[in-house]
Nanobody, 123 residues
Framework: QLAESGGGLVQAGDSLRLSCAVS????????MGWFRQAPGKEREFVAAITGLSDGTYYSATVKGRFTISKDNARNIVYLEMNSLMPEDTAVYFC??????????????????WGPGTQVTVSS
């Protein structure tokens, strides 16, 4: 089970930190990902972190602004978002792959999803 939190309404240039509380799976050995979906658009990959080695992956649109991290002891995955832009407005989803390995940037590789948290960035 995945539960996102931390979304909200912010202004362009602000920062937000999203959290994903994970139960039923240890993130110390499982890759985890963040996706987002804006109205009328497909769900798109944002970032992912691997289980054992903590390797990270980012989409080109957020690289350098967003940072994915995790707290294995608390089983929480974070997405730190800086220099937010109106184009970042979307529902943000936490996701876990069907296996424990990194599943790439395609949403089809992820079997478990949280309900999402809304992020709105005003100009």
């Amino acid at each position: 089970q995945l539960a996102e939190s931390g979304g909200g309404l912010v202004q362009a240039g602000d920062s937000l930190r999203l959290s994903c509380a994970v139960s039923g799976r240890s993130i110390s050995t499982s890759a985890m990902g963040w996706f987002r979906q804006a109205p009328g658009k497909e769900r798109e990959f944002v970032a992912a972190i691997t289980g054992l080695s903590d390797g990270t992956y980012y989409s080109a649109t957020v690289k350098g602004r967003f940072t994915i991290s995790k707290d294995n002891a608390r089983n929480i995955v974070y997405l730190e978002m800086n220099s937010l832009m109106p184009e970042d407005t979307a529902v943000y989803f936490c996701a876990a792959p069907s296996t424990y390995a990194y599943a790439g940037p395609s949403a089809g590789g992820y079997a478990y999803w949280g309900p999402g948290t809304q992020v709105t960035v005003s100009s």
